[in-house]
């Protein structure tokens, strides 16, 4: 099992920055990605930006110039900076670990921060 805990969630105005902190505890050696998701209410959650363990970063495209995704495994952590902030990026914010297993992909969840961008 996997804990992971975000921190760094807030109001900013539209244009402004923000920085999400995840720390990741329990079986670290199993994790192969870390990264976000994001939801708002009534829509599906989506994928943000992942870093995998081979370093291979994958950003959604409506972030992609804004939003920087890093890895400290030092700290078993994955932060976001997100530039540039529009209304549009309000949701809850969830960090995300995955381990690939033969049975298939096993996801740990945080239990999310909120981010509310104002116009």
Do not use: H
Not at 11 to 22: F, I, K, M, T, W
Not at 70 to 82: C, E, F, G, H
Not at 86 to 115: F, H, M, Q
């Amino acid at each position: 099992q996997v804990q992971l805990v975000e921190s760094g969630g807030g109001l900013v105005q539209a244009g402004g920055s923000l920085r999400l902190s995840c720390a990741a505890s329990g079986s670290i050696g199993s994790i192969d990605a870390m990264g976000w998701y994001r939801q708002t209410p009534g829509k599906q959650r989506e994928m943000v930006a992942l870093f995998t363990n081979g370093g291979t970063i994958n950003y959604a495209d409506s972030v992609k110039g804004r939003f920087i995704v890093s890895r400290d495994n030092a700290k078993n952590s994955v932060y976001l900076q997100m530039n540039g902030l529009k209304p549009d990026d309000t949701a809850t914010y969830y960090c995300n670990a995955y381990e690939i297993r033969w049975s298939g992909r096993i996801d740990y969840w945080g239990k999310g921060t909120l981010v509310t961008v104002s116009s």
